[in-house]
């Protein structure tokens, strides 16, 4: 029958069953309604419609009843309309709405509009947003309080949107398809990039939008741009303070290119959307001038920090963030500034605001100054990880990855194992030793790094194979389903029909059928499972699981599920909300990938989880790290010490335009790609490492690959047992030795998979080679490991830095006793012990700021010499650290 000769119910029985034929996943919406109510419908797959069969038993159900898009399932998005100040407000952030609206693509059409519909990029996880504005007929609400009125949703995440045929409840009227009805997720278009920035940026570009509101400009409050302390011009004013008197916004603006009037707004040069969106910051700076803020994402300015005309010129012109870079830095821009405008250039020493003022030193004998120089970093710097560790089958294309996003290798690297090691899962493990536990290939990473510095990217580097690996799963899947459910739906009606027969059987009666055979009853039950779980796809990569979900996902997939995060904060804070208490030991169970598991709740049964395991990857900035270590006392429960690849880099390379716009080798990507797409093909049995029984083996280490964990083991334990150190810190080095062992057995997988199975010398046993580079892995996690825990801080340096705060204060004079030093110290509350200040005086007098001269006694009855402290005219020049963390 063709779609014209059906019936009005049929023909939306068959629009709704196409969704689901293309992917789409729905979910209920009762008749006369807007949304589901049952409980965890967007939680729970039993609520879900996936398929053709399932649409249509249910709005045969249910005539009348509706369906909605449901968006964490689908990894979808859509942007919702709901006035006409949305465009208002949307291109006081650089989104033009009619170019949206107008672009191609299937759009739902409902009352007031129509509704464009996205696909989500593979890995992103995305929440809702709404933005509100105050009603414009100032309508107060409970309270007197002025009703809010939406203008725009950004929808994704667990929400739902009511597609057509359904009917609203308010018009009687059936949703339609602006356009063509898509066949396939495929037809939608993919998140544009302003669209996706904005849902990114939404803590930074809310305000700014509430702030266009145009009859509501002083309930927002704008950002504040940022204080910088500089060095000072002619006369004692600041030299900043003179460029941003003489010089406007508008000004630094059009000299590097921006267009725009001289209040704005002005557009990137490098925009795609052509739309001016960096604007004039409403009212001044706390300084007193003028700034602006920009919306474009590609944008330097893009930030989410407001700048006047000096940090423009300064980031724009010499590439110096005023309000991030390290004080020579910072020092030397003013002084270029200083020449811009024509000025005396100021010395070093002569620092901003007050100035800082060292006492002269008195006309005593002896004294010589030479040079001061700054202070050793604060803390152990955390070097970049040597191209010689790159794993070598991947190792160009990881340096091409690096050096096209401008990232140091460690921040590529270390997610890509990680990767690696979700595709090895379970299917291989490695004993250190005969007694040790046999471990998987899972891992925790997480790249930590402040906002802008690409860590997103950085980590879905590492998910690429594991996101090709899923949706080439889903794709097969989805091909192969009409005869899957074929199979299925005749294997239950054979297992029906026995059934039934027995059943009869069993009752007696006249002329009752023969009892079907127990073996034949059996073989159809074995055959319907077989059947539904060739439905079920093979699982790599989750975002965002219940427990209770993810429990049966891993009981489908006893190798093991990599968890993908962009953002691990939300996650890792998850476990403390009510309700959520029994996550936090599955996951820890889940790191292990060693254990078994049997998880009994009331509404889904009893689950028996026979490997419970999962490796976890995303990225993390410092400023909630820092929350969650506050939170955390002692080393916890060894949740955040399972992030044994954490990568904090301390240096990134110098920015290179013409070699990040240099093309990425594609015959390196491939053959990269290639290695990593053949992991899940390795297996115990294929590698010959198996028990009498023709079970898999563990693998174990070569004779000299064991020598090499022998003696890193030993080190190791000294390290452990070092009771210096902090306890959490210690607790992270105790978890070593199964990252050792998990790194080495990636390393050799990947050997095997470069010169394959047949041709490897001994594909059973972990050589020296992979050990080798497993132990100096851990030996270069170690220092992310240390700043990470706050160790590997120099008590020395710190005491140090409080000596020159009290000679900047003048409390410590040129010429003092030490002891009279040590009192003043005491009288300030920053006392020391002797052999502290000592330390202290003896890394400044290396650094050349100070001399502790030992004179002779006074007096005929003579004793014991008296140390002075002699300080440096600059002496406070040392006060600014090479490197490292403050």
């Not at 028996?608 to 002692?634: N, W, Y």
Request: proline residues 10%; glycine residues 10%; hydrophobic residues 40%.
């Amino acid at each position: 029958m063709t779609a014209a000769l059906l019936s009005p119910e049929a023909q939306r029985s068959h629009d709704v069953e196409r969704l689901t034929a293309g992917g789409f996943v729905l979910v209920p919406v009762p008749k006369g309604t807007k949304g589901p109510a049952v409980k965890g419908w967007n939680t729970d797959p039993a609520h879900f419609i996936r398929t053709p069969g399932a649409a249509r038993a249910y709005l045969g159900a249910h005539p009348g009843a509706g369906v909605g898009l449901l968006h964490s399932e689908s990894q979808t998005a859509a942007l919702d309309v709901d006035s006409e100040y949305a465009a208002q407000a949307l291109a006081a952030v650089g989104v033009d709405l009619a170019a949206l609206l107008a672009a191609p693509g299937p759009k739902v059409r409902g009352r007031r509009g129509v509704k464009p519909l996205y696909r989500v990029p593979d890995g992103l996880s995305l929440k809702p947003h709404a933005l509100g504005w105050p009603d414009p007929s100032r309508k107060k609400g409970p309270g007197g309080r002025v009703v809010n009125v939406t203008l725009f949703e950004l929808r994704a995440g667990p929400v739902q949107d009511v597609m057509p045929p359904s009917i609203h409840p308010d018009t009687g009227q059936p949703y339609t398809w602006e356009g063509a009805a898509p066949d396939s997720l495929a037809d939608l278009p993919e998140l544009p990039p302003e669209l996706l920035s904005l849902w990114q940026r939404w803590g930074v570009l809310e305000p700014v939008m509430k702030a266009a509101c145009p009859w509501a400009p002083a309930e927002v409050a704008p950002p504040s741009a940022q204080r910088v302390s500089t060095p000072s011009g002619a006369g004692g004013e600041s030299v900043v303070n003179i460029f941003n008197t003489s010089r406007t916004p508008g000004e630094m603006l059009n000299l590097q290119g921006y267009s725009g009037p001289e209040r704005g707004p002005w557009l990137y040069p490098g925009s795609a959307s052509g739309h001016a969106g960096v604007r004039m910051l409403p009212g001044l700076t706390p300084e007193g001038h003028a700034a602006v803020y920009s919306h474009h994402a590609a944008d330097p300015l893009g930030d989410g920090i407001p700048r006047d005309a000096f940090g423009i010129w300064a980031l724009l012109e010499h590439g110096v963030d005023v309000g991030r870079a390290q004080p020579d830095a910072v020092r030397e821009v003013v002084k270029a500034a200083a020449r811009f405008l024509g000025l005396p250039v100021p010395e070093r020493g002569s620092a901003g605001g007050a100035g800082k003022s060292t006492p002269p030193a008195r006309n005593l004998p002896g004294v010589d100054w030479g040079e001061v120089r700054p202070l050793p970093p604060f803390t152990e710097p955390v070097p970049g990880l040597p191209s010689e560790l790159l794993p070598r089958p991947l190792a160009a294309w990881i340096e091409d990855e690096a050096r096209a996003a401008g990232l140091p290798l460690e921040m590529i690297a270390g997610p890509v194992v990680v990767g690696a090691g979700g595709l090895i899962g379970h299917r291989l493990t490695l004993r250190n030793t005969p007694n040790a536990p046999a471990v998987p290939g899972n891992l925790w990473g997480a790249v930590c790094g402040p906002p802008s510095t690409r860590k997103t990217h950085a980590v879905e580097v590492g998910m690429r194979a594991l996101n090709r690996a899923q949706r080439a799963e889903f794709e097969r899947l989805e091909a192969e389903r009409p005869s899957l459910e074929t199979a299925r739906d005749m294997a239950a009606a054979r297992l029906e029909g026995l059934t039934g027969t027995m059943k009869r059987a069993a009752k007696g009666g006249k002329n009752p059928p023969p009892m079907p055979d127990e073996d034949e009853l059996t073989e159809a039950r074995e055959a319907l499972n077989a059947a539904e779980a060739a439905l079920r796809p093979r699982r790599w990569v989750v975002n965002e699981p219940t427990i209770e979900k993810l429990g049966e996902i891993m009981r489908d997939n006893p190798q093991g599920v990599i968890l993908y995060r962009d953002e691990l904060t939300a996650w890792l804070s998850s476990f403390d909300r009510a309700g959520r208490e029994a996550d936090r030991g599955f996951w820890l169970e889940a790191a292990n990938g060693t254990g078994s598991l049997t998880v009994d709740r009331l509404a889904r049964g009893t689950v028996f989880i026979p490997r419970v395991c999962a490796g976890v990857l995303g990225s993390i900035q410092p400023g909630p790290l820092a929350d969650l270590l506050d939170a955390q006392r002692g080393a916890g429960d060894g949740l955040l010490q399972r992030f044994q690849v954490f990568i904090y880099p301390d240096t990134f390379p110098p920015f290179d335009q013409a070699a990040q716009r240099q093309p990425l080798d594609v015959q390196e990507g491939e053959r990269a790609g290639a290695v990593l797409d053949a992991l899940p093909g390795l297996t115990l049995e294929l590698l010959g490492s198996i028990h009498p029984s023709g079970d898999g083996a563990p693998l174990i280490y070569s004779p000299e690959a064991q020598m090499v964990y022998d003696v890193w083991e030993v080190d190791h334990a000294a390290q452990v047992r070092d009771m210096s150190r902090g306890e959490a810190y210690r607790a992270h080095l105790g978890k070593l030795p199964s990252t050792f062992a998990r790194l080495a057995l990636i390393f050799h997988a990947l050997s095997v998979v470069e010169v394959g199975v047949d041709r490897h010398p001994n594909p059973a046993q972990v050589g020296e080679e992979s050990a080798l580079l497993a132990a100096l892995w851990c030996a270069a996690l170690i220092p992310h490991a240390r700043k990470l825990w706050g160790e590997g801080r120099r008590r020395d340096v710190l005491d140090a830095r409080e000596v020159l705060r009290f000679i900047e204060r003048g409390s410590v004079r040129d010429a003092q006793k030490v002891s009279e030093v040590r009192a003043a110290l005491a009288q300030g509350k920053a006392g020391m012990t002797g052999p502290r200040l000592a330390a202290a005086l003896e890394l400044l007098e290396a650094c050349g700021a100070v001399r502790v001269d030992k004179l002779p006694p006074a007096g005929e009855r003579g004793g014991r010499p008296s140390p002075l402290l002699r300080i440096h005219p600059q002496a406070l020049d040392a006060q600014e650290p090479e490197g490292g963390e403050a």
